[in-house]
C-alpha cells in the first residue's frame, strides 16, 4: 500500500474532486443562442473599467425555452453565465400543434410584443430579437410584431413573460371549473 504525504495535493485513491480538467462537457440536448453582447464600461478614478454583457437563450425545440443574462469582465465568462443563468430560468410553454393557443400581447419596460397563432407551413414571422426565443421554443408558425423600444433586453423578456402566460382552452376551463364546451 502505498504511503500517503500529507503535503501532496493528490488524492491516493484517484477520485477527483470536480476539478475543471476532470469535468465532462454534459449534452442535455439543449441548443444556445447568444442574442447579444455589449461591452459596458465603469468610469473609476484611474480610468474605465470594461465589462461585458451577455443576453443568452436556450431550448430544445420541443415546448422548453430559457433566458439568461451573464455580465463578467471578459466575453466568454459573460456568455458562459449567461447560458448558465438561461438553463435556470427555462420554462414549459404551451403549444397548439406547430403554433400557439391564441394571441397575446405582453408588455415588459417599453417594449410590447404582439404574438399571433398563424396557419402550418406560415414560418416563423418575427423580427428583432424575438426570432431566437420562438425558435428555440420549437414553434414553427407563428406571427410576431415589435412595437415601441428595440431594446434586445426588454424585446426577448416581453416574449418570453409572453409565452410563460399562454393558456391552452383546457386549462382556462379547468382554473374556472368548467368544461371546454361551456366557455
Known amino acids: 500500500m ?3 504525504n500529507k503535503n501532496d495535493k493528490r488524492r491516493s485513491d484517484n477520485k477527483s474532486r470536480g476539478r475543471r480538467e476532470d469535468r465532462k462537457p454534459v449534452d442535455d440536448g439543449l441548443e444556445k443562442v447568444m442574442v ?37 469582465r471578459e466575453t466568454t465568462n459573460a456568455i458562459e453565465k449567461g447560458f448558465n443563468d438561461a438553463k435556470k430560468n427555462m420554462i414549459t410553454i404551451t403549444m397548439d400543434g406547430t403554433t400557439i393557443p391564441h394571441e397575446i400581447t405582453m408588455k415588459y419596460g417599453a417594449s410590447l410584443v404582439q404574438l399571433k397563432p398563424a396557419k402550418p407551413g406560415t414560418g416563423v414571422i418575427a423580427g428583432g430579437a424575438s426570432r431566437p426565443v420562438l425558435e428555440l421554443a420549437g414553434i414553427k408558425d407563428i406571427t410576431a410584431k415589435n412595437h415601441g423600444s428595440n431594446n434586445k ?12 402566460a399562454m393558456q391552452s382552452a383546457e386549462q382556462v376551463a379547468a382554473n374556472r371549473g368548467k368544461t371546454v364546451e361551456e366557455l
Open 153 to 164: 433586453i426588454n424585446t426577448v423578456r416581453a416574449t418570453f413573460e409572453a409565452l410563460k
Open 36 to 72: 447579444n453582447v455589449r461591452l459596458v464600461q465603469k468610469v473609476v478614478q484611474g480610468g474605465r473599467t470594461p465589462s461585458y454583457s451577455a443576453l443568452c437563450v436556450v431550448g430544445d425545440r420541443k415546448g422548453r425555452v430559457g433566458i439568461g443574462t451573464g455580465k463578467a
Open 2 to 4: 502505498a504511503e500517503v
